[in-house]
């Protein structure tokens, strides 16, 4: 059995990845990945993609496992739409081909494992991937998932500072609140609606 722990972090637009790679009841391989101006899913994917491209390479491997914090960007590889992921994606499924190929018994799972969990493999590779800290000092580029990310947060700052600003507030607005009673604000994260309240 092939386990591949990771987990992503982003610091000063460094995207960092870890995995540690299981191989049956021992630690194998630590990995780290490291991007500028990309976001954690592409960098989660880019992680899984490795490991998996190692794991096809063993013989007699017959199940992969793959523990992550970010099931969203595991389903990624799955999904027939158009995305900007397609690139890692496609290499992923052309190596799970080969690995599926190789053995009708062949089998891949992946577990989401929430980092509150605080579970001892996941929690290793979660202080891992926020420990490290890299310095930008050159011009880089952005993906473009990377760019629609800050076009987004610059929207919804642009957002809040009109709407604070605003003479009608309170006046013909309903301020939701979530489950803890704080007031709710828009958000964009991994291509999901801004209110799933």
Partial sequence: MYIVVLDASIKNQVATSISHIHLFDWLAVK???QAVNISITEVELFAIRCSI???????????I??????????????????????LQSTAISCKLREFFQKNIINSIKFWDCP????????LAVNKESKSFMLTVCFPSMSSWDFSK??????IISQWKMTFQASDLKEKSFLELLDGDLNPLSPFYINGYSSLSY
């Fill in 53 to 63: 491209n190692q794991a096809v390479g063993i013989p007699d491997i017959k199940k």
């Fill in 149 to 154: 990310k800050q076009v987004c947060d610059n």
């Fill in 115 to 122: 980092s509150k969990e605080n579970w001892y493999l996941h």
């Fill in 31 to 33: 990995t780290l990945y």
């Fill in 65 to 86: 496992i793959v523990i992550t914090d970010s099931l969203h960007a595991a389903r990624r590889i799955f999904d027939l739409s158009s995305h900007p992921y397609q």
